[in-house]
């Protein structure tokens, strides 16, 4: 046990500057100290763990950390560094970084103290002592826990008898809360939001006893104490385990972050849902399957959420290829014309001096990126949902959706197929020696046959004909069709500037260039016109009605002007976080107007991405621009209103109290 975090692997002197610079740092230490076998391999498990939530905490902690069949011994990296490095924490970079390495199969014993010590890192003491240490050895050591800490305990003991006196005193029974914590590795997140509960509720009078469904093990909380709670809080991002335990009882149910975070926040919360008498939507159903904590019971809302990010995932990692792409297959028709696309291959055919072999040159490669476009989608969907082992599946999946001819929708479901095969191959239990090679060779070998099979024989011909039914629909859009679509993407795109909504419209356009029409590319003119309206418009209003905005809006307002003209439909992120009831209407209407008129025009775009600078490939350029200049116009227009009425209000009503002079009057009507 001595043995989980020596001096070798302690770096009080980090010089990485960002989070993958870190983790691979730290991993160097633990494969030089014989603890990880594959480094690669092992930061590909980190860098997963990490996509599925940010592992920064508040108080300046960043706890990368992740199962891998490339770790043979449980182990901690600690560093610490004096820049900060952003693990994605509200409260900005982390110093203290804890790279945490534990097997597939890591026994409990070690994963008890790994337990232990995410609890410590609740301690403010504790995190001190870290900051201030010059040895590496002793660092290790206070890590390890070898430092006695008894000088918390009478202080702990001093808070409970002071609860049991009060309690004693007032003659009434101190507001019990039962809570379940949890986090997908089970390793950190677990027990960290578990003792931040627990601390908030000694601070606060409350009696918190929680249960951490962990890999530390799962020790239900006593039935008795349950029913003797008088509210629940679920801090967790899997699903909790026999949930109709619970039943009839005030619940919160928020993410693990929350709990670790804003801990007495979520004991108000549990405090007023009691006095209001609201109690736990849950029933017997919720029951079915969550024994084994495999997440069958699922509600309705989480497996939404985990579905959005499965999708998103996939998104992501096809969004460059698209962008390299995209913009290559458009410079090549700038420079050769449309018909380039089918020049002869230039391997065979180049001539250094000719235009039209660059062009054809830029064609075919930009050609190549784009043939990865629906594989990568469907292997990172996959990805997304069961890990490495679902990228061969995924990639099959979707290369058999290019096959068939069932497209980007394909590519959807061969992705979610392939993830939800390996998922199921992962909850069979094989003996221990086979574990090794599950990963590597018999999951992708069987799930890849069967989602071959699915996609060939079963789903591919109906998606490639529901595919084909949605290009004749987009190719025949016209008149009122093609508006009313041009609306709907201008919504989607302002509504939550580059949150899901914004994604799955983004999603749809690009999807049509992996085999462009006419209909498809008017969609993508579309959607790249309408995104570029909320910056636009934030940064026009900033600077015609300079009052309106703080100081700081103001500077952000400079800085949009460039965002937008990029398509970076976030730069307006700032402005609607301030004040989204004004904002966010303001920029969605102005957003529609630009989708219509881009639509109505019959404006064209081959490119993904550009904002401004593609201009010269758009189809009808200057009535884009036009719808464009229209949409940012209508937004600005509106929030220029809107926030003018808020001003004006608290104005008329000092008016109305004042005494009626004149100079009262003239102050307001400045």
């Known amino acids: 046990m001595s043995e989980l975090i020596t001096a070798e692997l302690v770096d009080l002197d980090l010089s990485a500057t960002t989070k993958d610079a870190a983790a691979r740092s730290l991993a160097e230490r633990m494969v030089a100290a014989h603890r990880v076998t594959d480094l690669d391999g092992f930061l590909a498990d980190v860098a997963a763990r990490e996509a599925q939530m940010p592992t920064g905490l508040d ?28 693990f994605g924490a509200a409260d900005g970079p982390a110093d203290l970084i804890f790279l945490i390495a534990a097997p597939a199969g890591a026994d409990d014993d070690h994963l008890t103290i790994l337990s232990g010590l995410a609890r410590r890192l609740m301690d403010p003491e504790f995190t001190a002592a870290l900051r201030a240490g010059t040895d590496p050895a002793a660092v290790a050591a206070l890590i390890r826990g070898e430092e006695p800490a008894e000088e918390h305990a009478p202080e702990e003991e001093r808070a409970e008898d002071t609860e049991s006196e009060t309690a004693e005193a007032t003659g009434s029974a101190p507001f019990r809360i039962v809570a379940v914590t949890s986090c997908p590795t089970g390793i950190a997140h677990t027990y960290m939001a578990a003792e931040s509960l627990a601390a908030a509720g000694r601070a606060e009078g409350v009696e918190v006893t929680v249960e951490t469904q962990g890999s530390a093990g799962f020790k239900k909380l006593d039935a008795g104490v349950i029913a003797a709670a008088d509210a629940v809080i679920w801090a967790h991002d899997v699903e909790v385990r026999e949930k109709a335990r619970f039943r009839g009882k005030p619940l919160v149910d928020v993410g693990v972050k929350a709990g670790i975070n804003r801990p007495a926040e979520l004991i108000a919360e549990a405090r007023r849902k009691a006095e209001r008498g609201e109690v736990a939507a849950v029933s017997e159903a919720d029951d079915r399957g969550s024994g084994d904590g495999d997440g069958s019971g699922a509600d309705h809302a989480h497996f939404g959420v985990r579905l959005r990010t499965y999708l998103m995932s996939g998104v992501s990692y096809m969004v460059p290829f698209v962008a390299a792409g995209g913009l290559l297959i458009a410079l090549s028709f700038a420079i050769g014309g449309y018909e380039i696309a089918s020049a002869k291959s230039v391997a065979d055919h180049f001539v250094w001096g000719e235009a039209d072999s660059w062009a054809a040159l830029l064609n075919q490669i930009g050609s190549a990126a784009f043939a990865f ?45 392939a993830g939800a095969v390996v998922m199921a191959i992962q909850r069979v239990p094989v003996h221990a020696t086979l574990r090794g090679i599950m990963p590597v060779l018999v999951i992708p070998l069987i799930a890849s046959a069967v989602v071959g099979f699915l996609m060939f024989i079963v789903v591919g011909k109906p998606i490639a004909s529901l595919q084909n039914a949605l290009t004749d629909w987009l190719n025949g859009l016209s008149g009122s069709n093609a508006v009313i679509l041009g609306v709907v993407l201008g919504l989607m795109m302002c509504f939550d500037m580059g949150g899901p909504l914004n994604k799955v419209a983004y999603a749809f356009a690009v999807g049509g260039l992996a085999d462009p029409t006419d ?26 009605r300079k009052k309106l905005f703080t100081k700081t809006e103001r500077e952000n307002g400079r800085a949009a002007w460039v965002l937008g003209a990029s398509f970076i439909t976030e730069g307006a992120i700032p402005f609607a976080a301030a004040d989204p009831l004004r904002v966010i209407p303001s920029v969605m209407a102005g957003g529609a107007v630009t989708g219509a008129l881009s639509m109505a025009f019959g404006a064209t775009l081959r490119a993904p991405h550009g904002g401004v600078f593609v201009v010269p490939l758009i189809g009808e350029p200057f009535l884009y621009l036009l719808a464009i200049a229209a949409g940012t116009l209508v937004a600005t227009a509106l929030v220029v209103l809107l926030k003018g009425a808020r001003r004006a209000a608290p104005d008329a009503a000092g008016e109305a109290g004042a005494t009626g002079s004149d100079d009262s009057r003239v102050t307001v009507a400045a």
Do not use: Q, W
Not at 395 to 410: E, H, K, P, Q, R
Not at 519 to 538: F, Q, R, T
């Open 59 to 86: 108080g300046g902690i960043g706890i990368p950390h992740c199962r891998s069949e490339h770790v043979n011994a449980p182990t901690l990296a600690f560093g610490r560094s004096a820049a900060g490095i952003d």
């Open 373 to 417: 476009l629906v594989p990568v989608l469907a292997g990172y969907i996959a990805y997304g949902m069961a890990d490495r082992p679902a990228l061969v599946p995924g990639f099959v999946g979707g290369s058999i959706a290019l096959t068939v001819n069932a497209g980007f929708l394909g590519g959807l479901v061969a992705g979610l197929l």
């Open 519 to 544: 209909g498809s590319l008017k969609v993508m003119a579309a959607v790249m016109a309408a995104g570029m309206v909320p910056p636009l418009a934030m940064a026009l209003a900033t600077t015609v």
